[in-house]
């Protein structure tokens, strides 16, 4: 007998948790959203948060959701998923995982596509009925993208800093 731990995070809970922590970098006050990509041979390549663009200030520019486009945060944020990909600086994430906190947008499945990530495993799904994620789908089924949602544990993972 080894003696070794039992109760260790499985590659999900572990991958699934680095995004959710992501998470919690953003400054959104509605939404934050998280993500890690991940290789093939579970090696952590490249995390995101939804917030602005480097050099745009977060403090000029609105965070609100409703009101005229221009007077919203729709216009002007990245979201988690495509800054995992354009914080990459590896090279390629042909055959990649990404493990999200939220069911990507019609916007990032494309570039999800585009950047050969091969598997989308995501934690919560609540907007499924929208048009922008019902054509996510349509577009990873189409390009052969598999996307599975992630199996909570139920454990309770606390980090003291």
Known sequence: MSGKREDYLSWDEYFMGVASLS?????DPNTQVGACIVSGNNRILSMGYNGFPNGVSDDDFPWRRDGEPLDSKYMYTTHSELNAILNYRGGSLEGAKLYVTLFPCN?????IIQAGIRTVVYDSDKYADQPSFIASKRMFDAAGVR?????RSGRAIRIEV
């Not at 998470?23 to 400054?27: A, Q, T, V």
């Not at 916007?107 to 570039?111: H, M």
């Not at 996307?147 to 199996?151: A, F, L």
């Open 23 to 27: 998470g919690m970098r953003s400054k």
């Open 107 to 111: 916007e990032c499945a494309k570039a």
């Open 147 to 151: 996307y599975y949602r992630y199996t």
